[in-house]
């Protein structure tokens, strides 16, 4: 109850921030019209600024509420219901920009599997989500969080796709996925990254309720 | 919840707040033949029930003595009580030997220079932080209103009383009648789509005390709260930190106005600098 109120409201405070809200759509956009030329690297790129756009955003979102939390905590609410609700809405709005974009580019460029960029949209919107609001905890301050971002994101793009480094990154997945939507590579890639996906997000997850669990901890002191 | 259970949640609350079973029942009894005589729902007629409870509480405390006796009540139940606290950060002593016990129906000062810690003793009170030393025992139900912040800037008030009143477990309509209901006291009516951000300053501590009385606590912790109200809201507020006293609450204010010291029953002094000697005065 409580994280549906939470991620409910997350959404209204999201959507009334027109300006964030521009942003969010455009950045993505930004990135696939650089290159909609080139159908294979607009299309990546286009994922790649949607699991930016979706993670910066929920750094934002939750380094926001560092004041209401401990607030909601001693008025009863638990750091699940908070982190919860807040993941569940930064889900909904990634849903809904990678349905979108899905839609832009199984009408606008020519792909093998063209069915398959949903899911590689998708997947990069719900990485971007977890990994997101990890950044945030590990980073309470916004422009840490932001430039931490900013580095992984760059190395993700500039790192050789056959070497390790690129293996730990969080948006491997998309990357293995647009693969196997664009180029039409073995069906294995696709296990592969969803694999990867899975991992990744539950790891984000995890440690993002464990990080606030202890942040957000409150005494429980004896009845006098 | 619908408006039916109002009687058994108005009866449970007079209990809770100390009413002999059989007062509470008689009470309840007539409120509801009242709001059936309005020929209006008792929650529409006298607003959320826990409110109104402490509300009538209060109003039975202000009777005057009579031949049969009576008077203010007795300070009650420990509510709060802290032994030896003492917190530092690493080499800096912040608090050192912090000895306080508020009952039920008594309002505690803390004063002291800047930077002496009087926040960081309202956090330790409330559980955000954790004392270094000593011991502290609390009573479970317990609002913070903070020195500033403590709010989202992009929900209105009304989400405010959402969010807030489905942390503690209140149904959204309840939590925005009850958030409507005290901020009224406070001379205040929000106004339907301005987020919190366009607040002024002074309003917005006003929301943020709603908040912090929403769930109705037994122990409310109210960090200098006063920040940015006028005269008359400034008197508003400690007209309610009485009435928050005369229905049975404990009330510890940070302040530094030592006019406001003449409204309190005790006052905690941590002096001029961090870690220094503390003195509790009884008034």
Redesign the interface.
């Known amino acids: 109850?409580?994280a549906v109120?939470?991620a409910g409201?997350t959404l209204?405070?999201v959507t009334?921030?027109r300006a964030v809200m521009v942003l969010l759509i455009g950045m993505p956009l930004a990135f696939y019209l650089t290159r909609r030329d080139l159908p294979g690297q607009s299309t990546r790129m286009l994922t790649l600024g949607i699991g930016w756009a979706v993670a910066t955003l929920t750094l934002f979102v939750v380094n926001?509420?560092r004041?209401?939390d401990?607030?909601?905590?001693?008025?009863?609410?638990s750091v699940t219901?908070l982190v919860g609700g807040r993941l569940l809405a930064m889900t909904a709005a990634g849903v809904g920009l990678a349905g979108g974009y899905w839609g832009l580019v199984a009408v606008l460029q020519d792909v093998r599997r063209p069915w398959a960029i949903g899911p590689l949209m998708l997947v990069s919107a719900l990485v971007g989500v977890p990994f997101g609001s990890l950044v945030g905890a590990l980073l309470p301050r916004e422009l840490e969080g932001a430039l931490a971002l900013l580095t992984v994101v760059a190395v993700q793009m500039l790192a050789n796709p056959e070497g390790l480094l690129a293996e730990v990154m969080p948006f491997w997945s998309a990357r293995e996925l647009g693969n196997y939507a664009i180029d039409a590579t073995a069906v294995s890639d696709l296990w592969r990254a969803l694999l990867h996906a899975g991992a990744t997000w539950t790891l984000a997850t995890g440690l993002t309720v464990a990080l606030f669990a202890r942040r957000l901890r409150?005494?429980?002191?004896?009845?006098? | 919840m619908s408006p039916d259970d109002w009687p058994a949640r108005f009866e449970a609350e007079l209990l809770r707040l100390g009413q002999h079973p059989a007062r509470a029942r008689a009470l309840a009894d007539e409120t509801a033949q009242q709001a059936v005589e309005s020929g209006t729902g008792p929650d529409r007629l006298f607003g959320p029930a826990h409110l109104y409870a402490r509300h009538l509480v209060s109003e039975l405390n202000d009777v005057p003595p009579g031949p049969a006796g009576g008077g203010p009540p007795a300070p009650g139940r420990v509510l709060l009580r802290l032994r030896d606290v003492g917190k530092r950060y690493r080499r800096r002593v912040v608090l050192s030997g912090v000895d306080l016990t508020v009952r039920a129906g008594e309002v505690a000062a803390v004063v002291g220079a800047n930077g002496c810690g009087k926040s960081t003793l309202l956090r330790i009170c409330a559980g955000l932080t954790r004392p270094s030393s000593g011991a502290v025992e609390r009573t479970h139900r317990v609002g913070l209103v903070p020195q500033d912040g403590g709010t989202a800037d992009w929900l209105t008030a009304a989400e405010h009383f959402t969010l807030f009143g489905a942390a503690a477990g209140m149904a959204p309509r309840r939590a925005r009648s009850a958030g409507e209901h005290l901020a009224a006291r406070l001379a205040w009516r929000p106004a339907a789509g301005q987020p919190a951000q366009e607040l002024s300053g002074g309003t917005r501590q006003k929301l943020n005390l709603v908040l912090g009385e929403l769930g109705s606590p037994d122990l409310l912790l109210l960090d200098e709260p006063y920040q940015g109200f006028d005269e008359g809201t400034y008197l508003d507020f400690w007209r309610q930190v009485a009435a928050w006293r005369d229905a049975g609450r404990a009330v510890v204010v940070v302040t530094h106005l030592l006019h406001d010291l003449r409204d309190v029953d005790q006052v905690l002094d941590l002096g001029s600098r961090p870690g220094g000697r503390v003195a509790a005065v009884a008034r």
């Open positions: 109850m409580t109120v939470v409201l209204r405070e009334r921030r926001a509420q004041g209401v401990p607030r909601l905590r001693l008025a009863g609410a219901a409150v005494a429980r002191y004896p009845e006098p």
